[in-house]
C-alpha cells in the first residue's frame, strides 16, 4: 500500500508567460534514506483552484508535457478559460505528474490569477 504524502503546492500568481513550469516532481537529492533505493518522486494533483482577485475576467491555460512546453496536444485545463471578477475556478480530478511530466501555464493578465492545488507526493 503507498504512504503517500498529502501536500499543498502553491499559491503562485499566474504570468502572462504561457510556459512558466507551475509543477514538477523532480528532485536533485535523495540523501538520508537508508536502505532504501529511491529512483524518482511522483506527484497526484487532485484539486486546483484558480482564483481572480481583480475587478475585471482574466483567463488561464494549463498543459503537461515538456519543460516549458505547451504544445498543440498537450493541453490540460482550461485553454484560455475565463474566471470571473472577484471568482475562482475549481477543479476536482485525478492526474498524475511523473518526473518527465511538467505543469506548464499562465495566465492572459498578469498577475490577476493566483494558482493553488492539493494532491499527494510519492515514491516510484
Do not use: C
Not at 493541453?75 to 475565463?82: D, I, M, N, P, V
Request: charged share 10%; glycine share 12%.
Amino acid at each position: 500500500m503507498a504512504a503517500n504524502k498529502v501536500i499543498r503546492f502553491g499559491p503562485v500568481a499566474l504570468t502572462t508567460s504561457l510556459t512558466t513550469n507551475i509543477l514538477n516532481p523532480t528532485v536533485t537529492s535523495f540523501a538520508g534514506l537508508v536502505g532504501m533505493t529511491v529512483t524518482a518522486l511522483y506527484i497526484i494533483i487532485r484539486h486546483i483552484r484558480i482564483v481572480n482577485k481583480t475587478s475585471s475576467a482574466a483567463t488561464f491555460s494549463l498543459w503537461i508535457g515538456a519543460t516549458g512546453g505547451n504544445a498543440a496536444g498537450a493541453e490540460f485545463l482550461g485553454q484560455a478559460l475565463s474566471v470571473a471578477a472577484n471568482s475562482a475556478y475549481d477543479w476536482y480530478g485525478m492526474v498524475r505528474l511523473d518526473a518527465a511530466d511538467f505543469l506548464v501555464g499562465g495566465a492572459g493578465t498578469a498577475t490577476a490569477l493566483t494558482f493553488e492545488a492539493e494532491g499527494e507526493i510519492g515514491v516510484v
